[in-house]
């Protein structure tokens, strides 16, 4: 079996919600449970933290594994989905496991995990907690697929857990109000590890704390302390800068108004790790300017450390181009903005555009922006709403632009149109993302 046959076998022939949708959501924890025994438990054999939510919650994994290598651990990354190769999913101090590994734990383990009729998501989430442990990692960094409580990710016990948001997506598989996907996405807080909320609400903050006094574990809202956006200091400078509760000033990378929340976010996060003896690798844990020396190593390097793509990740200028991997009305929300910003200095937006059918199309495209030509496409999933139904949604909200049949020549017209001073935005899904990436890339 070479690479590209085990993958296109855990991709074709077992339940994959990304590429099927809600028939490919396989609910409950017994085959990862009897996978985990199968295997030994390897998940027990290092540390954890926990991250769940709706949106920001692939970002902040990716900053919280760049600032513990950093720190000098040896640190797994879970993250989903892939954008261009499926091993991007279980990295090691950056590195993604490797093509041999993933073609023999298939080849071995397929006998086990076939009349399991174990899903992709338990598969690929039983071989990273196995690599993690044979990899000698200190601690890693594990994403929840799907909701939290019955999510093949929480058979793990954490020093951390994080929820980053709710806002209303999967309803179907989750619920229909933010109380009720609250509830399934609080399912990670655990006996008495503590618990960091990014953002709540009047109608979710009730129901956190309700879990978290139910499982004796303390609960701490990042909103309580904000961070502050500062102004850069001088013109080009790389990256946004941030000021905490704590007066450390530190910067990060990844820019794009919807990044403030995430730093919110990750800023608690340090400061809870830190207190409970972690993220300081320097010989005195309390000198505030070593941590921040840092801070601004991990934070400026994420996506050198990590591998991290897709997040208002710029990949040509002249015209700029920008990809995002934003996908529901809850990172619209965001998004909608930063564009609304760019268009004040370009010459003209041109955005290439594809969602999924079980999206909230109307909510997302309610916040497009009208000014922009469209280029509508559709992603390379079966899930994909139609380019040529795309356009007349668009048309209803006064968008204007025309359809393509593949994402290569959606972007390829928009490029051709292009003046040099125009701002190209590659968005809507994952998969138009990573079909985009993987051929400009």
Known sequence: MTYQEATQYLFDQTANFEKQGPSGYKEGLRSMQALDNHFGHPHKKYRAIHVAGTNGKGSLCHMLAAQLQVCGYRVGLYTSPHLVDYRERIRVNGQPVSEEYVTKFVETERPFFEPLKASFFEITTAMAFKYFSEMDVDIAVIEVGLGGRMDSTNIITPILSIITNISLDHTQLLGSTMAEIAAEKGGIIKEGVPCIIGEATPETRPVFEAIAKEKHSEV?????????????????????????????????????????????????????????????????????????????????????????????????????????????????????????????????????????????????????????HYYWTKGASKRAFPESSLKVFGEQFGLKGDSYTNVQQAFDAALKDAHPDDFIFVGGSNYIVADFLKTRI
């Open 220 to 372: 701490i809202f990042a909103e309580d302390k904000p961070v502050t956006k500062l102004i850069p200091s001088w013109p080009g400078e790389r990256g946004q800068r941030y000021r905490n509760t704590y007066g450390m000033e530190f910067s990060c990378e990844l820019v794009g108004d919807f990044q403030v929340k995430n730093m919110n976010t990750f800023s608690t996060c340090m400061i809870v790790l830190m207190n409970i003896g972690y993220l300081c690798s320097c010989a005195d844990p309390k000198n505030v300017n070593n941590i921040i020396v840092e801070l601004n190593s991990a934070l400026m390097n994420v996506c050198k450390l990590t591998g991290l793509k897709g997040r208002w990740q710029t990949v040509r200028e002249n015209p700029t181009v920008v990809c995002d991997t934003g996908h529901n009305a809850g990172a619209w929300k965001y998004l909608s903005k930063q564009l609304q910003e760019e268009q004040k200095r370009c010459h003209e937006m041109r955005i290439v555009f594809g969602i999924l059918e079980d999206k909230d199309i109307y909510g997302i495209m309610s916040q497009l922006p009208r000014n922009a």
